[in-house]
Nanobody, 128 residues
């Protein structure tokens, strides 16, 4: 199982960015894929999740209405479209999955329960 996030960069506040997660070694249809982020000195946060079982989408309260997660099974890709970006969105973003992974929101954040496989992250910096 392999995942690799890409597409990060520097963007001004209010701008947009789309992250990509390339997956391999497993059947994307059946797995939940989560997007997580970690800023320096802060704990990791779960921002979004795409459910493999029913294609439902889940979002942290702080990104709801601004971020959209999607999946392209043919390309084995999962995307995170981010709009209206804020400086507090600055972080390294990761995609993750696992056999036991289930998309849930706990305390306003996407849970990382069952997310056993993690890709290298991609840096997103929101600054003027």
């Amino acid at each position: 199982v392999q995942l690799q996030a890409s597409g990060g960069g520097l963007v001004q506040p209010g701008g947009s960015l789309t992250l990509s997660c390339a997956t391999s070694g497993f059947t994307l249809d059946y797995y939940a894929i989560g997007w997580f982020r970690q800023a320096p000195g802060k704990e990791r946060e779960g921002v979004s999740c795409f459910s493999g079982s029913d294609s439902s989408t889940y979002y942290a309260d702080s990104v709801k209405g601004r971020f959209t997660v999607s999946r392209d099974i043919a390309k084995n890709m999962v995307y995170l479209q981010m709009t209206s970006l804020k400086p507090e969105d600055t972080a390294v973003y990761y995609c993750a999955t696992g056999i036991r992974a289930v998309c849930t929101v706990v305390g306003g954040w996407v849970s990382d329960f069952g997310m056993d496989y993690w890709g290298k992250g991609t840096q997103v910096t929101v600054s003027s």
